[in-house]
């Protein structure tokens, strides 16, 4: 099976930084039934991405799949590759226009006080990563 | 439908959310910080024959709510993402309930609470470990000094220092010497175990379901492949499959530790082998981070933990 190396995942020790500043995403909003409830964790997740800078996870899914094709691990791997395709530009769309929402929002925000508190949060995260 | 708990920020729960959504598997999720506010769990308990029927309840919101019926199966990381939770008897009430149901829950659960309960002390998951046929490191657990030079003096080496228990730790190679130097008279160690180091690669290994078995090999000079970067080293994951018998005791292993989703760290022999009897097995994470190893080893192991957890109930 392939080789991959550490450094072209998608999730280093050098992404924590960029986190720790960012702070915690919110909760997703509840919202008045299970759809309303997926749309507002779909929303979340695509700002816990970009925080990460991780605004390709579609695509590597949609390399996942492919690799699965490749590898005739399963044959439903055309199938994640295909619907991952559609799935990364509706995410890179929902992270851009999340983004530029709150560009305006951070602007004038101070410096979280729970700062130190997302900085253990994030510093763990890595670690939780590879338990 | 699978029932999602923990944080949203949480890089695994991120991680397997994005998963059903890429895959449109159909879900509920409950963010750590709503239980107590936004979201309660209704459970009740009947007593009679074991089945689906002796739990019911319901998770339920501020104007809606699914019954558990609806749930095909759990996938938990309450606990993770470093949060600082609300302590309110309502909040602790809630959590509380989350434990309760993760336990009673009848479908597939990763991973109950009482089944993750054997992580707390590594000597005990080695009694798991042992009778599943794999082997484990020769070990002194605690810290009695009059005991440790005996120990020493049969190891090939300086012996590996880690955590006994859950409390993470970076395994580390410590000199013997140094080691007794620093003990402070009347200040005995605390819970620490000490192993023989064992040459070989080491493999982990996922276990869903106790069937499913998806291994990948790090390559790599550090001690522990998990941080290379803490040693300046680097690290190489990829894909491999099992001995059949190895992958059976690991089966054996997760069932025997009630968990549906595990992390089993083993030492391959040098030169390989069929023989479970000669791998070692270090310990068993209770709730692993799959998303390293599926991102690096190309392991298809949420995908099969949501096939897992969205089987219909029995």
């Not at chain 1, 392939?2 to 702070?23: N, W």
């Not at chain 2, 794999?134 to 009695?144: E, F, K, N, S, Y």
């Amino acid at each position: 099976m392939a080789k991959h190396d550490i450094e072209v995942g998608l999730i280093t020790s050098q992404d924590l930084p960029k986190l720790a500043e960012a702070g915690h995403v919110e909760a997703p909003a509840v919202g008045q039934g299970a759809r309303e409830l997926r749309q507002a964790v779909e929303t979340a997740l695509a700002e816990t991405w970009s925080l990460m800078g991780v605004l390709d996870t579609g695509k590597k899914a949609a390399d996942g799949g492919k690799k699965l094709v490749d590898t005739g691990l399963t044959d439903k791997g055309k199938d994640i590759e295909d619907k991952a395709i559609h799935k990364e530009k509706d995410a890179r769309d929902e992270a851009h226009k999340k983004i530029n929402e709150d560009k305006a929002k951070k602007k004038g925000k101070e410096a979280s006080a729970a700062l130190g508190s997302s900085a253990h949060a994030f510093a763990s995260a890595l670690s939780d990563l590879r338990a | 439908m699978i029932l999602v708990m923990g944080p949203v920020d949480e890089l695994l729960t991120a991680f397997f959310l994005s998963h059903l959504t890429a895959t449109g598997r159909e879900y509920l999720f409950v963010d750590e910080r709503h239980l107590g506010a936004e979201v309660r769990l209704e459970l009740d308990w009947h007593p009679g024959p074991p089945g689906p029927g002796r739990l019911t309840g319901s998770v339920c919101f501020p104007t809606w709510r699914v019954g558990l019926e609806s749930l095909s199966g759990i996938y938990s990381r309450l606990g993770t993402g470093g949060l600082e939770l609300s302590q309110t008897p309502e909040a602790r009430a809630e959590r509380a309930h989350a434990a309760a149901l993760l336990d009673l829950f009848p479908g597939p659960v990763a991973n109950r609470m009482t089944a993750m309960m054997s992580n707390g002390s590594k000597p005990c998951q080695y009694a798991a470990i042992l009778a599943a046929g794999l082997r484990v490191p020769d070990t002194l657990a605690g810290a009695d000094w009059t005991r440790w030079e005996a120990f020493a003096r049969g190891l090939d080496g300086d012996p590996i220092i880690k955590s006994v228990s859950d409390e993470r730790s970076l395994v580390k190679q410590v000199s013997w010497q140094e080691t007794r130097a620093a003990a402070r008279p009347g200040h005995p160690l605390p819970p620490h175990q000490f192993q023989q180091r064992i040459p070989g690669a080491n493999v982990r290994v996922h276990v869903v379901g106790a069937s499913e078995v998806l291994a990948c090999r790090a390559e790599t000079q550090a001690l522990d492949y998990r941080h290379p970067d803490a040693t300046g080293h680097t690290v190489s994951l990829h894909a491999v499959t099992l001995p059949q018998p190895v992958a059976d005791a690991c089966r054996r292993l997760s069932r025997a530790l009630g968990l549906d989703l595990s992390g089993i760290d083993l030492i391959e022999p040098p030169g390989g082998s069929s023989d479970p009897g000669d791998w070692v097995c270090l310990e068993v994470n209770t709730s692993p981070g799959f998303m390293w190893f599926e991102q690096h080893a190309g392991l298809p192991i949420a995908g099969a933990l949501a096939a897992f957890l969205h089987a219909p109930l029995r």
